[in-house]
């Protein structure tokens, strides 16, 4: 089959692999339909993610039909097509009972702070991903949840990070009615976050991106005001200027390692990889909030520490919510709005791209290429 | 304050899924007794483990699935198998795997070559959609290659050849 692979930092390419087996009883093999490429992938793309063997194939974002499954399996049957979770989840250990499908401990050997992710490194469990034809996906009663009658694929895959993920940041940020929430990056998911704050009743909605572009495009699918930070003297004061210098009631982080904007945080997070990543958006978020206020962090971070203003933190009062998507909790309630028209994922689908072309795909996202928001990878056995 | 807050019930689904009760410590709080007694749950069945498989020192086992991508092998192997003595809390596991990691690449373009390809590695970094949307960039970073290859060659170069190159560049 044809899988993406990783040479190193900024070398992928197309080749073919082994296809994948039953390797444990509650196992299933899915076959692609629609993968995408995240933000999260340029962690990875970019080699700043300890244990990314070369060799791996990535991809967290898949939706496919079932081909096989192993002997225990029993929610699912072949030919059901689903959308899978980013997050590996056992549906039996401690955190999986606390519908912490994030947080599974049955999935993952390599680290006890990240759970199980599909082609996210051997740091979250050294799983193949589905930037391939085919995936072996483990826990297959946990996780996959078949596709609605008449959702569109490229909706359904959005449901596997990007609109979890943005919900749940504004959840996090425990948003009460007429809050004002800043959402700290304009990817897709900082664009879905802001989207998402209205369904919490937020009364202001404000992204701050570098992308002209982008900020454009929140602007008009998150109906929300989008700056650029490139014309602000400092973040952190353009915020209380326009929040009659109270600060946000909420703060979403949904920017994570890559961020630009403070060449220190760029050197010795991004460059020399002395810091999980350069946490730029994070000081941003914590000193632009008001005081008493709730910072929500989705953006992700490497393993290694961090150079973080935790005494403003203290000194505020700010209470700091952060988590990778829940997915499995929060299906029900996403498939809902989606069936319902309340978000429509797929307009955020930017680019189509063939799988054999995965090289072409990851420089376009990484270089903000051809105003590219989000591409959507179609292998050539998806025949749909 | 001036009043900021309009009205935004045009917003399809606008406050649909507000709660004033969203308790910052949800779902986290929904845990029962069961959990004070640790590492408790009965645990799915075990896949078999007939490839090596490095955990974390920061758990008792390997967990009940796991991933089999890229066993650990040659040299960067051997370094990630240090890391792998010490926690996730230490800087001994982390920079390890991030130089296990460096070493890997220069193992994956010698395990092509032995499989009689060599890497296109122009292909590989995606330089082809570059310069269909952005040749300029694409330009100034080979520039800058070229010049950075070019400084490598004259540190290699012995004495004379270089004291040559630099008359000729000042001639110019
Ligand atoms: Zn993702
Ligand atoms: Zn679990």
């Known amino acids: 089959m044809l899988a993406m692979n990783y040479r190193g930092p900024k070398r992928v390419r197309i080749d073919h692999k082994p296809m994948p087996e039953i390797l444990h009883p509650e196992d299933a093999i899915v076959r692609v339909v629609r993968s995408c490429i995240c933000g999260s992938d340029l962690h990875l793309y970019n080699g700043n993610v300890p244990d990314t063997r070369v060799g791996s194939t990535f991809g967290h974002e898949f939706v496919g039909v079932v081909e096989e499954i192993g002997p225990d399996v029993q929610k699912l049957k072949v030919g059901d097509k689903v959308i899978v979770p980013f997050n590996i989840a056992c549906g039996k250990c401690a955190f999986c009972k606390q519908e912490l499908y994030g947080n599974c401990h049955e999935a993952n050997s390599q680290a006890s702070a990240v759970g199980g992710i599909f082609g996210y490194s051997h740091t979250a469990g050294g799983y193949n991903g589905g930037q391939a034809e085919y995936v072996r996906v483990p826990y297959a009663d946990v996780g996959p949840t078949v596709i609605p009658e008449g959702m569109d694929l490229d909706d359904a895959v959005m449901l596997t990070d990007v609109v979890p993920t943005g919900y749940q940041a504004a959840e996090m940020g425990g948003i009460q009615k007429g809050d004002t929430v800043v959402v700290f990056g304009a990817g897709p998911i900082g664009i879905m976050a802001a989207k998402c704050s209205w369904l919490f009743g937020a009364g202001r909605v404000i992204v701050i991106d570098k992308e002209e572009y982008r900020l454009e495009f929140a602007r008009n699918y998150s109906q929300c005001e989008a700056y650029n930070f490139m014309e602000m003297d400092d973040p952190a004061v353009f915020v209380k200027k326009t929040t009659d210098w109270m600060g946000a009631d909420v703060c979403i982080d949904a920017v994570g390692a890559e961020a630009a904007g403070n060449v220190l945080q760029t050197i010795t997070g991004r460059k020399l990889l002395l810091q999980a990543g350069s946490a730029t958006a994070l000081h941003w978020a914590i000193n632009s909030v008001k005081k008493g206020g709730i910072v929500s962090i989705v953006g992700v971070y490497g393993p290694t520490d961090n150079l973080v203003p935790i005494g403003n933190v203290v000194n505020k009062g700010i209470t700091i919510r952060a988590n990778q998507a829940s997915v499995k909790r929060l299906l029900p309630r996403l498939i809902d709005h989606v069936m319902n028209g309340v978000i429509k994922p797929k307009q955020l689908i930017t680019h189509r791209v063939p799988l054999e072309e995965v090289a072409d795909a990851y420089r376009i996202f990484s270089d903000k290429l051809d105003n590219c928001i989000k591409p959507v990878l179609i292998p050539p056995s998806a025949n749909m | ?172």
């Not at chain 2, 009043?3 to 949800?26: E, F, L, V």
């Not at chain 2, 070493?103 to 373009?109: M, Y």
């Open chain 2, 1 to 172: 304050m001036e009043d900021t807050t309009k009205d935004y019930s045009h917003i399809n689904g606008w406050g649909i899924d507000a709660d004033p009760k969203n308790d910052p410590t949800y779902p986290m709080k929904r845990r029962t007794n069961e959990e004070h007694s640790g590492y408790s749950w009965e645990r799915p069945p075990q896949q078999p483990i007939n490839m090596e498989v490095l955990h974390s020192i920061e758990r008792p086992n390997i967990s009940a699935v796991f991933g089999t991508a890229m066993p650990p092998s040659g040299l960067s192997g051997m370094i990630r198998r240090f890391a792998f003595k010490h926690s996730e809390n230490s800087y001994l596991h982390w920079l390890p795997l991030l130089l296990a990691d460096r070493v890997n690449v220069v193992e994956g373009i010698i395990e092509d070559f032995k499989e009689g390809k060599a890497p296109n590695i122009f292909a590989e970094k995606g330089y082809p959609a570059e310069w269909k949307y952005e040749k300029g960039s694409l330009v100034t970073k080979m520039a800058v290659g070229a010049a950075v290859v070019g400084v490598a060659v004259l540190m290699f170069a012995g004495e004379k050849k270089r004291k040559k190159w630099f008359y000729n560049l000042m001639e110019r």
